[in-house]
């Protein structure tokens, strides 16, 4: 399990205990506030997140900039954010849907594989004029590498570009929550 992760809208008070975030399959996920809870008679306890898509763009972009492997449920998380099935996935990762399908039951995912579901979650949140930019940097670093070393093995960790999307999300307020 992973440590606990608070998120926020940025410029709104925090609402006093944190919510637990279930909804998003992840157990560590608490929002300190951008919600709002009321009780129906009828239905009983009702959670309103006011920006959905803006918290699950901040749960994954801090899924992909943590240095430590992926979970099962963090690599579905992902592809569910990118609104891919697990066959259109497999198709990207030019693998089998038992493959991906056994990465989110929680069985080993290669580097390779976590390295690519990174870059290809990145990519998808990144504004589109920016993205051919960033590929073009991508394609660089990989011939770079592939005449180098006769391998062509990137890691977003050392891809000039994948700081500065998590940099422009940040700085620009693409996003109003934060991690």
């Given at each position: ?27 560590y ?5 951008g ?17 959905p898509?803006d918290?699950?763009k901040?749960?994954g ?7 430590r ?9 992902l ?6 099935t ?13 493959t ?5 039951k929680g069985?080993?995912?290669p ?8 870059i290809?979650?990145?990519?998808c ?12 940097e991508?394609?660089?670093?990989v ?13 977003y ?7 500065e999307?998590v ?13």
């Open positions: 399990m992973s440590e606990r992760a608070e998120f926020h809208v940025m410029g709104q008070p925090y609402d006093g205990a944190p919510l637990h975030y279930t909804a998003s399959g992840l157990d996920v608490y929002l300190a506030n919600f709002s809870v009321e009780d129906d008679p009828d239905y009983g306890r009702i959670v309103t997140i006011d920006a898509d918290l699950h901040a749960i972009l801090h899924i992909v900039t943590q240095r492997k992926l979970t099962g449920a963090e690599f579905r998380f592809r569910k954010q990118m609104k891919l697990q066959k259109e996935l497999a198709e990207r990762f030019d693998t089998d849907v038992q991906i399908a056994n990465y989110e069985r080993k995912i580097s390779v594989s976590e390295k690519l579901m990174r290809l979650f990145a990519l949140i990144t504004p589109s004029d920016a993205r051919a930019e960033i590929m073009k991508i394609a660089k670093q011939e770079q590498r592939s005449t180098k070393n006769k391998t062509s093995h990137i890691t960790q050392r891809c000039t570009s994948y700081p999307i940099h422009l999300w940040h700085q620009n307020e693409i996003c109003a929550y934060a991690h």
